[in-house]
């Protein structure tokens, strides 16, 4: 019996599989579906404070405009006494899928105000979550912020959560910082328990014919699994904490590739919500047969066996074969 467990953000998980934030894991019978295909955690899709905060002013906007007995208002609908908020319906969703799971429920949170942050935090947390992760979408496109600016918003935001939250805290980044390495040691030192890499920032794309600007959301691909591998590969020896990878996991062979580069849990959206929930099982199955084909006993012997410190020629990982790469280019390949 080959051994599969990992440990992730202090969670003893049976496996590194885990359905990251989707429409998947918002829904009560799909997450039981992906916890019976051995699904190891979830984590739920992020609660937005933008979101609340637009229902709020909605809502504030609604009954002010009846009790003014202004025409927008319409004839009188009264908020009905059973109303819940899009902040109830997310706790009351952790609640169930907490009392329904027996595997670890990972909450996610998008906030845009530091009270957002720090009282949605405490929402989640009082609401079972076994782990926050901070999905911080912030695209750096103002030329007058530094990048050290752009840097302390993180390290700030997490320095408060920590002081306010107990559960583990992991940070979900995107791969666009100037040295990634250094950034997850101050989230280290911070008291993060861990890094998710790398969120994908979606991509506007530009109509042509309307010249609007339309947003787009297409899945990923394997081709993108390697930066992150590469990424886990160079920092494992050099951070401590969790690492988690996210962004192209499809294959087994995706996934065998970020726990030798040293991944603790590999993160599943796509390729799930291409396939459906029940594809967790054939890859485990997969991932059991390769271990064994290839001697290994468990998920923890073969773990970082090839990140950079352990890996044969570490230094394909860095520039050196930079040169060498660019010229076995063939116009035949
Ligand atoms: C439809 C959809 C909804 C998503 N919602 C969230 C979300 O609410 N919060 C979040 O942090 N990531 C969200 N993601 C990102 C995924 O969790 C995942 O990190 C990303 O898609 C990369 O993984 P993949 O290549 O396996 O899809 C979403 C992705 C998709 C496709």
Request: proline residues 4%.
């Given at each position: 019996m080959i051994d599969l467990s990992t440990t992730y953000l202090g969670l003893k998980l049976a496996n590194p599989l885990i359905p990251s934030s989707s429409p998947l894991t918002a829904n009560l019978d799909d997450a039981k579906r992906l916890e019976d295909s051995g699904a190891a955690a979830i984590v739920l899709p992020s609660l937005f404070e933008e979101s609340v905060h637009h229902e709020q002013k909605q809502l504030e906007k609604y009954i002010h405009s009846q009790a003014l007995g202004l025409s927008?208002?319409?004839?009188?609908?009264?908020?009905?006494?059973?109303?819940?908020?899009?902040?109830?319906?997310?706790?009351?969703?952790?609640?169930?899928?907490?009392?329904?799971?027996?595997?670890?429920?990972?909450?996610?949170?998008?906030?845009?105000?530091?009270?957002?942050?720090?009282?949605?935090?405490?929402?989640?947390?009082?609401?079972?979550?076994?782990?926050?992760?901070?999905?911080?979408?912030?695209?750096?496109?103002?030329?007058?912020?530094?990048?050290?600016?752009?840097?302390?918003?993180?390290?700030?935001?997490?320095?408060?959560?920590?002081?306010?939250?107990?559960?583990?805290?992991?940070?979900?980044?995107?791969?666009?910082?100037?040295?990634?390495?250094?950034?997850?040691?101050?989230?280290?030192?911070?008291?993060?328990?861990?890094?998710?890499?790398?969120?994908?920032?979606?991509?506007?794309?530009?109509?042509?014919?309307?010249?609007?600007?339309?947003?787009?959301?297409?899945?990923?691909?394997?081709?993108?699994?390697?930066?992150?591998?590469?990424?886990?590969?160079l920092l494992r020896s050099r951070i401590d904490f969790s690492l988690a990878a996210t962004g192209g996991f499809h294959t087994v062979e995706d996934i065998i590739k970020a726990l030798l580069a040293g991944a603790d849990a590999v993160y599943l959206c796509s390729v799930l919500l291409n396939t459906g929930?029940?594809?967790?099982?054939?890859?485990?199955?997969?991932?059991?047969?390769?271990?064994?084909?290839?001697?290994?006993?468990s998920v923890k012997q073969m773990q970082g066996s090839v990140s950079r410190s352990c890996a044969i020629n570490p230094a394909a990982y860095e520039h050196s074969n930079y040169v060498d790469v660019i010229n076995s280019y063939s116009k035949d390949t």
């Open positions: 927008e208002a319409g004839s009188f609908h009264p908020v009905p006494d059973d109303y819940s908020s899009e902040l109830d319906n997310y706790l009351e969703h952790l609640q169930q899928l907490k009392s329904t799971l027996n595997i670890p429920v990972i909450a996610s949170l998008n906030g845009i105000s530091d009270s957002g942050w720090i009282e949605h935090g405490k929402d989640l947390m009082s609401a079972g979550a076994d782990a926050l992760e901070l999905n911080v979408y912030y695209v750096a496109a103002d030329p007058d912020e530094a990048a050290n600016d752009v840097e302390n918003r993180y390290i700030n935001l997490l320095q408060q959560l920590r002081d306010n939250i107990s559960i583990p805290i992991a940070m979900k980044l995107s791969s666009q910082f100037s040295s990634v390495g250094n950034m997850l040691l101050r989230l280290e030192q911070t008291g993060a328990s861990g890094a998710v890499l790398f969120n994908r920032f979606y991509q506007p794309d530009i109509d042509l014919e309307s010249l609007r600007i339309k947003p787009q959301l297409a899945l990923s691909s394997s081709t993108e699994a390697l930066l992150r591998i590469r990424w886990i590969a929930p029940g594809y967790c099982a054939d890859l485990l199955k997969q991932l059991e047969h390769w271990l064994a084909e290839h001697e290994y006993n």
